[in-house]
């Protein structure tokens, strides 16, 4: 699947929730593996803020981004609906330290995204493959996220609040195609008695009965509750049991829970990529969620590619006798068994490393390891595959080796071994010339990787 930015740029304009600011976000296409982005337009120099777990600075009430002295609040909404409309790259410039806050869900979001319309873009999705559980928790407040291995993107969320009126309730998106529908809608929520700690710590200035659901749910006389709506500017609300208070009803009864199931897709979006996983979620909130999102960030920045699924019962994209039609190597230089996937710009390898390899004999006899030079004449056999499939009669081109830069050995390959090679282009193929990098894995671990450049020629 290929990357997604919007189509055309688009604005959202209204008040934002903590600072009760008139703001305007501009959500903007962006270029191959930008990512989510925001820029302060109102500051000196705009500075712009990385969407990504590593610049989350504060939680409390919304996701704060903040890189030095300069901040974002806010953004999980916004977020939570560029991520379930599949769109991999955006630029939202804002004009104020918050994003607006509209009614309280990402629907308004979802409903201009789509007025915008997406577009693909050249380079292939990189996903974030969930391999075994990820677990976090925080015994204080009994929330607890695990994220699951899973082939598709799936949440559960149970809530359960110290209230008569929202105690247990519980919400799932199954399929991201059920977020338009089924998650976007749902507001934020606020009991009355968090609202004056609220606004004492200088939040929820721009909150009122249409941006927020609000929740009666411990006593509370006529006249306290009336100072309450004088300072948040509202009419006094007419109260005679626990309940909801606002004019508009519920659009689910389980509309709270679907609320904090929308927000943990928008802080999950600040892992930087698409997860594959399911994710189960108790009691979240802000907090919790950036740290699974933190823990997932610092495996990505140690290994920067994953190593590839590999699923042997899954029918290969080329088998070892349709490799042969396209390499003219044989026995005992075919160093390449099977084709597992490939896309526009990447592919995926395998070789079995047994103990019958001829190699083996001379090195070293005692302590058998596959030859270093040979973890890159692999890699560059895969890549060739990958570079003959894009001409028609692959079979009458051959590639050949010009450079090889950057090259590592982390690990030993070693009899019983299976390699996955991933190759991928770093720079289109130009006049015949492609550059590459090569990344093997032996299980999650790489252990060799290079960058080189090989050309094709038609044979004679």
Do not use: W
């Not at 830069?405 to 991928?424: A, C, E, W």
């Amino acid at each position: 699947m290929k990357q997604l930015t919007l189509s055309n740029p688009f604005k959202s304009s209204g008040k934002g929730l903590h600072t009760g600011r008139q703001l305007t976000a501009e959500f903007c296409p962006a270029a191959d593996n930008h990512g989510y982005k925001i820029q302060r337009v109102d500051l000196e120099d705009a500075p712009v803020i990385d969407c990504l777990a590593d610049y989350v600075v504060a939680t409390n009430r919304g996701t704060v981004l903040g890189r030095g002295d300069v901040t974002v609040s806010t953004v999980e909404h916004a977020l939570a609906a560029l991520y379930a409309s599949g769109i991999d790259n955006c630029l939202i410039k804002v004009d104020g330290p918050e994003l607006p806050i509209l009614d309280g869900s990402a629907q308004p979001f979802m409903e201009a995204i789509a007025a915008a319309g997406t577009v693909e873009q050249k380079s292939d999705k990189d996903y974030y493959v969930v391999k075994h559980k990820i677990e976090v928790s925080d015994p204080d407040s009994g929330s607890k996220i695990m994220i699951l291995p899973d082939d598709e993107f799936s949440v559960e969320v149970k809530v359960n609040f110290n209230s008569p009126v929202l105690a247990n309730q519980y919400a799932s998106m199954e399929h991201v195609d059920e977020f338009a529908r089924e998650i976007a809608p749902a507001r934020t929520f606020v009991f009355v008695r968090e609202i004056e700690p609220l606004l004492a710590a200088g939040l929820i200035k721009g909150g009122d009965l249409d941006n927020a659901i609000v929740i009666y749910d411990s006593p509370m006389d006529d006249a306290r509750l009336a100072e309450i709506a004088a300072v948040v500017g509202v009419d006094v609300p007419h109260v005679e049991s626990y309940g909801y208070i606002n004019p508009k009803p519920l659009q689910f009864e389980n509309e709270p829970a679907r609320h904090k199931l929308l927000d943990v897709i928008g802080d999950i979006a600040l892992i930087g990529r698409p997860l594959k996983g399911k994710v189960i979620a108790t009691k979240p909130g802000h907090g919790i969620n950036t740290r699974i999102a933190k823990d997932i960030r610092r495996d990505i920045k140690r290994q920067e590619v994953q190593a590839p699924v590999y699923d042997p019962n899954k029918e290969p994209v080329f088998d070892n006798n349709a490799i042969r039609t396209m390499l003219p190597h044989r026995y005992p230089f075919l160093l390449v068994d099977k084709v597992i996937d490939m896309g526009g710009s990447y592919i995926v390898g395998v070789k079995n490393v047994t103990t019958n390899e001829p190699f083996f004999l001379g090195h070293f006899p005692q302590e058998p390891v596959m030859p270093g030079v040979l973890l890159v004449e692999a890699m560059a056999q895969t890549g060739g595959m990958l570079v003959l499939s894009t001409v028609d009669e692959p079979d009458r081109y051959s590639t050949y080796f010009m450079k090889i830069d950057n090259v590592k050995f982390r690990q030993k390959v070693i009899p019983g071994d299976t390699l996955l090679f991933h190759v991928s282009f770093l720079t289109p193929l130009r006049r015949g010339c492609a550059v590459m990098k090569g990344l093997a894995f032996v299980g999650e671990k790489i252990v060799c990787e290079c960058e080189f450049m090989a050309q094709i020629i038609k044979n004679k």
